[in-house]
């Protein structure tokens, strides 16, 4: 008899999600920034200390307003790692933007912040932290080459909802911070994000900006009694159904946090012996970090035979990944940015990365089927002797 089927990601479900989705529809408001919209803000910019939240379709589109806020020009650089999401960087190439890259850190695959200020140069406008797996980079030293160099710090935390680093939310402590909410998430409504808003003075062009350039943000507290064109902007807001869901996953969003915490740390515990014996290297999370076990991921021996390895899981029912293609090996990050120094330990990385299944309802047996499969395979000890090392 197969194995039963063990999925990547399953995304949790509170209980309410379905309740508030009808109270909108009963309500008659579908459209943006509803009641949903509003307490989802006010539920995030409470929990992360904030002082603007704006709700967006997607982190995608929080990135791309990051961009215009910043009135990124044709030849300005952004500087980010290359091991991250096609949508760091596109949102930026959108105005005339260019990527520059640089290495990641060896141990927690964020951007090394020892590489940051050497490429910097007169174009360069802003730093893109992205807190992989939702474990912070080192923002006081970025904050401070920022300050120095009279830099914006955008923080991409599509992974780092319900994640820290010195006690303060990720996406709160840069210019501005986004979130993403997509169906991969911890919090999901299956397509949304934010744009965390840190720096008083944006409030105003980010509302404006994100209502098609008008000011009707302002016209719907009362504060004019029309609401016309201000500037450039375009239609940035979800609408009240998938605020509603949103609502609901954020209610939770304590115990969806700690219930992954404990299947991340399970797996944690589970594979010190092999990283001890040199066969793999667990995730790094530095201390000032409390991250939100957004995904659990090893680093494999480089004599590892990935490939085959992805195959023998897909075999016994299980579903497992690598990660991010480098931007800069393809054929977009080819003609729109360029690499500063090596990203040697960026494409070891992309070799070697093995993300494993985990979601809030996994259960303990299901972990140790995925541990007893991969520990057969990276030891060689598979009976068909497909797998194994090269």
């Known amino acids: 008899m197969a194995d039963p089927f ?34 989802c803000q006010v539920w995030l910019e409470h929990h992360t200390g904030t002082h603007r939240v704006l709700l967006t379709p997607s982190c995608t589109a929080a990135l791309e307003m990051s961009a215009l806020l910043l009135d990124i020009q044709a030849g300005d650089e952004v500087i980010m790692p290359a091991f991250t999401f096609v949508s760091t960087a596109n ?24 590489l940051i200020e050497a490429a910097i140069t007169s174009r360069t406008r802003a730093i893109v932290p992205v807190h992989y797996a939702g474990v912070a980079c080192e923002m006081d030293t970025i904050l401070a080459i920022a300050r120095r160099h009279r830099l914006a ?16 939310a990720l996406g709160s402590i840069g210019n501005l911070g986004t979130y993403s909410f997509h169906g991969s998430k911890n919090i999901t409504c299956g397509e949304g994000g934010a744009l965390l808003v840190n720096n008083p ?15 009707r943000s302002s ?24 605020a509603a869901f949103l609502l609901a996953q954020l ?20 594979l010190a012996s092999l990283e001890t014996q040199g066969i793999l290297q667990r995730p790094t999370i530095p201390q000032e970090c409390q991250h939100n076990a957004h995904f659990y991921y090893v ?3 480089p004599k590892i035979d990935r490939p085959r390895l992805l195959k023998h899981f897909k075999k016994n029912n299980i579903t497992v990944s690598s990660h991010y293609i480098p931007l800069d090996c393809s054929p977009g990050g080819k003609k729109y940015g360029h690499v500063h120094g090596q990203l040697t330990i960026t494409h070891q990385v992309n070799q070697q990365l093995l993300r494993l ?15 007893s499969v991969l520990s057969e395979v990276i030891r060689g000890t598979n009976a068909s002797g497909d797998v194994g090392n090269k």
């Open 91 to 114: 949102a930026f190439v959108l105005r005339g933007g260019v990527p520059v890259w640089v290495d990641i850190r060896p141990d927690t695959l964020n951007i090394n912040e020892t």
């Open 201 to 215: 003075q944006w409030i105003k062009s980010s509302e404006i900006m994100r209502e098609k350039g008008t000011d």
């Open 357 to 371: 299944p985990l979601w809030v309802e996994m259960r303990e047996l299901q972990q140790e089927h995925v541990l």
């Open 219 to 242: 016209f719907l507290r009362g504060e004019v009694d029309k609401y016309t064109w201000q500037s450039i902007g375009s239609s940035f807001l979800p609408n009240e159904i998938t």
């Open 251 to 270: 209610q939770g969003a304590e115990r969806i946090t700690q219930e992954r915490l404990a299947r991340w740390r399970y797996y944690h515990e589970q």
């Open 153 to 168: 710090v955008i923080e991409d935390a599509a992974q780092g909802v319900m994640a820290y680093y010195k006690g303060r």
């Open 6 to 39: 063990i999925s990547f990601n399953k995304p949790y479900l509170t209980g309410k999600e379905l309740e508030y989705i009808t109270q909108a529809l009963v309500s008659g408001h579908l459209a943006g920034d509803g009641p949903f919209a509003k307490a």
């Open 299 to 301: 680093l494999l021996d």
